[in-house]
């Protein structure tokens, strides 16, 4: 079964090595695995279901350096759709939707935010009407999408205000906890640097992850390094910070032990390796540790061995062993990609949400972290707008529990030569400035949502011993980013 749709594209608009990006999208919006290629002028969507859906595109953006945009839904057809039109189709209708269901919950627009909107409907009606393969179609498309992209910033920003605005009426400051990942632990002058920015970071964070793995607490069978993680506790202790701890237990390849990894399918070992292991782990920092997140990544195949009915099943294990400790703080479960766009290169009936479903059933379970680590490599999630970002988050709020969202945007394109799949051309580009943007678009956003409870930007400085090397705050000399600055300014305007 699959689904091809054909479409015609202006060759100055997308380049060659984003095109192979595009992918289609079905019911809910669920990735599914896609094959791209040109013919001639005529760009094939081909993918490996039956039906219609949404196709996403790669655009360079002048403010967040690229964003994939959405058709509205579409059904296969022998006559090719005009791939600008429909983006812009798709942008007017969600900007439409969101104006609307924004007023249904007490959004008060201007009458300059009607007019627009009234006006980019008739433009578009223009547009819509108006022949394929007419000249002056591509640029007439080309604008209107530009516009309604300004459009849905506009109408974002004009809600988070009134939003957060009527908040800071009754919660002058918002019980949202912020927190960094600190990889400079991993350098011989550990102590040294943090004392160094200390008082630069008490102003932004609560709370410091500086978890070592699985495969670094526990190299060798019962021979345990705890000495590797008191440090590190010790440290932030010192200087003013709470600490999480963990991912205990993170699903891929780099973090279990060689000595497991090797026995990964011999009956169960890996599951009482594993229990043993987070039983210990839970003993050992009972008392250090301020938020707990017991495992991640159970969702993104990276762990190629072990289906995911396995790792749920193991997860549900150790969130029983974590409440048999009667912990203080809640133990918290990471969903890696939760637009789901590790489906586009695993076929698996499990998306984001029947997974968090299935969670959502286990007792003790006290909140789902969010990672969405934005970037173009198989272990990112694909960059969507402010739209699509508070939508997400709005998903995920029906399961009623705390949500943490473990976030970061990098600061340039990524060239690493172990992801190879994250260079795509000069065509666009990320850098400080679009950097600092996400954070002005995103972290309003999430202050809004009460269902939020914290935020940690997964990386606080730039490193070559990274997967997601430029994403940090501090570049690789300690210089300050703007991005800090701008995450600085919102800790506080809203945060105790």
């Known amino acids: 079964m699959s689904t091809t749709l054909r479409f015609r594209y ?21 990735p599914v695995p896609t094959q791209v290629r040109v013919e001639e002028d005529i760009l094939i969507i081909e993918s490996q279901t039956l039906g219609s859906g949404t196709v996403h595109f790669p655009w360079p953006n002048r403010r967040l350096g690229l964003v994939f945009l959405a058709t509205e839904t579409l059904c296969e057809r022998e006559r090719p759709y005009h791939i600008v039109k429909e ?15 924004l007023v249904y919950c007490g959004f008060k627009p201007n009458d300059k935010l009607r007019r627009t909107i009234r006006l980019e409907v008739a433009r578009f009606a223009n547009i819509a009407t108006a022949d394929d393969q007419s000249p002056e179609l591509d640029e007439q498309a080309k604008e209107s999408l530009s516009r309604l992209i300004q459009l849905s910033l506009v109408l974002n920003e004009m809600f988070l205000e009134q939003s957060l605005s009527y908040r800071k009426q009754y919660t002058p400051l918002f019980p949202i906890q912020l927190g960094v990942g ?6 011989e002058n550990a102590m040294g640097y943090l004392e160094s920015y200390a008082d630069h970071l008490r102003n932004v964070f609560h709370l410091m992850n500086a978890t ?29 910070f709470h600490a999480i701890g963990g991912p205990i237990v993170q699903f891929d390849f780099r973090s279990i032990p060689n000595w497991v990894l090797e026995q990964i399918n011999n009956g169960d070992f890996f599951e009482r390796a594993a229990l043993k292991y987070v039983d210990t782990f839970l003993e050992h920092f009972s008392d250090k540790i301020d938020v707990w997140i017991l495992t ?32 203080k703080s809640p133990g918290l479960i990471g969903i890696d990609q939760p637009w789901g766009d590790y489906l586009l290169h695993h076929e698996t009936p499990f998306s984001p949400f029947n997974i968090a479903e299935i969670l959502n059933d286990i007792p003790g379970i006290g909140g789902i972290v969010l990672d969405v680590n934005i970037g173009l490599s198989s272990r990112c999630s694909y960059p969507r707008d402010p739209m699509a970002f508070s939508a997400m988050i709005d998903q995920w709020s029906i399961f009623g529990k705390p949500l943490y969202l473990s976030f970061g945007v990098p600061s340039e394109l990524g060239t690493n030569p172990d992801l190879p799949d994250e260079f795509v051309g000069v065509s666009f580009d990320w850098s400080r400035k679009t950097q600092q943007e996400w954070i002005h678009r995103c972290i309003p956003i999430l202050f809004s949502k009460r269902s939020i409870a ?30 800090y600055r701008k995450l600085a300014a919102y800790r506080s305007a809203y945060l105790e």
């Open 10 to 30: 202006p060759r100055d608009l997308l380049s060659q090595p984003l095109l192979h990006r595009a992918f289609f999208a079905s019911w809910g919006r669920i």
């Open 87 to 101: 983006l812009a189709r798709g942008q007017l209708g969600r900007t439409i939707r969101r104006f609307v269901e």
């Open 182 to 187: 600190v990889t400079s632990f991993l350098q």
């Open 212 to 240: 070592p793995t699985w495969r670094e607490l526990e190299p060798e069978s019962d021979a345990f390094s705890w000495e590797l993680f008191d440090n590190r506790i010790e440290a932030m202790r010192q200087n003013g």
């Open 296 to 327: 991640s990544k159970m969702n993104s195949h990276q762990l190629e061995q072990c289906p995911i009915q396995r790792l749920i099943h193991l997860t549900s294990q150790i969130v029983h062993i974590f409440s048999n400790h009667d912990p």
């Open 454 to 483: 914290g935020v940690f930007w997964n990386q606080l400085e730039d490193s070559e011993y990274s997967e997601f090397g430029s994403f940090g705050l501090f570049d690789t000399v300690g210089r300050l980013k703007p991005a």
